[in-house]
């Protein structure tokens, strides 16, 4: 394994630490190596529940080990980790975002979401790390509805050396978007990210602002925004697929940032928003730092939260 390849997994093994605790914990470590027991697959079971994977996986997954307990009474915890790290990644298929840069700059990424979610911090931190690889980038502050917002994206894009476009409190959300797109074009820029309000899934008056965003973008070239991605607390569970659903409807959405996985036991609850809505996730957040949003990997989440590599 490449230490790229190494430094990654250790940051998914380090961020959903939680997650994976309450699975190795609840079995006594027998992940670890140690024998597979009756008492060991009950308790298996109920940290899949408690890390909020959901039913249905939660039984594939654990149809999957008593299979094999049964037919191996000396299956071991490794065994049975890798019998469950297997099930997940085929739960997870397509689950995993490819995110490319398209020819005809700037590619705008517009980020919805509720308060609270990460999502402007999220903002600054997607635009540095395509910095890091050498591109152009700008942030267009169209949250103009909370005090704090702009200046909380200032901070941040001043911090990590990103240019910001905003204006006042209380401005039109899609003229600062249209004059954000309009800058990104005329400097050339390979990205545009579009921090967007925050709101209330259910109110129905903030939703159509953000269809005002899509069809401001949309005149000034066809398709945009051509990424719309969702960002979601993943503290919150399974409580979000319902407010992913109501996003959805309103922004059609081509994807997903799970936000907050280090500081959650219910690390699994990406499984049951991916099995509900099949949209690709393209980032996971693993810590407060900017390194700490990684790209989604479908097989280093799996590894991770059943501690195949120990």
């Known amino acids: 394994m490449s230490d790229e390849k190494k430094g990654f997994f250790r940051k998914f093994k380090e961020g959903l630490r939680k997650t994976t605790r309450s699975l190795t914990d609840a079995v006594g470590g027998v992940f670890g190596g140690g024998k597979i027991d009756e008492a060991a697959l009950d308790a298996i079971e109920e940290a899949l529940f408690a890390a909020d994977f959901g039913v249905e996986t939660a039984e594939e997954v ?7 307990y049964r037919k191996n ?7 049975a980790a890798e019998i469950g790290a297997k099930v997940l990644e085929g739960v997870l298929e397509g689950a995993q975002g490819e ?3 398209r020819e005809e700059a700037p590619t705008v ?7 609270g979610s990460g999502k402007t911090t999220t903002s600054a931190k997607i635009a540095w790390l395509f910095k890091q690889q050498g591109s152009s980038v700008l942030v267009g502050a169209c949250d103009t509805f909370r005090a704090a917002a702009n200046e909380q994206l200032k901070v941040w894009s001043d911090r990590l ?3 910001v476009i905003g204006s006042h409190q209380g401005a039109d959300p899609a003229a600062v978007a249209f004059d954000s797109f309009a800058a990104a074009r005329k400097r050339n820029s390979d990205l545009l990210v579009l921090d967007t309000a925050g709101r209330l899934h259910t109110k129905s008056n903030l939703m159509e602002e953000l269809k005002k965003v899509r069809r401001v973008l949309g005149k000034q070239r066809e398709g945009t925004p051509e990424e719309r991605w969702l960002v979601i607390d993943g503290s919150h569970g399974s409580n979000s697929i319902q407010q992913a659903r109501i996003f959805h409807e309103a922004f059609d959405l081509t994807g997903l940032v799970i936000t907050k996985l280090d500081g959650t036991s219910r690390g699994g609850a990406l499984v049951g928003i991916y099995r509900e809505m099949k949209l690709p996730i393209f980032y996971v957040g693993l810590g407060e730092q900017p390194e700490d949003l990684q790209p989604f990997s479908v097989k280093e989440y799996c590894e991770a ?3 195949t590599d120990e």
């Not at 009474?73 to 065994?79: F, I, S, T, V």
């Not at 990424?109 to 308060?115: C, E, P, S, Y």
């Open 62 to 68: 654990m149809d999957a080990i008593r299979t094999g």
């Open 73 to 79: 009474r000396e299956l071991r915890g490794k065994e």
């Open 99 to 101: 995110f490319k840069l």
């Open 109 to 115: 990424i517009a980020l919805v979401g509720v308060n």
């Open 161 to 163: 050396g990103v240019d």
């Open 305 to 307: 939260v059943f501690a």
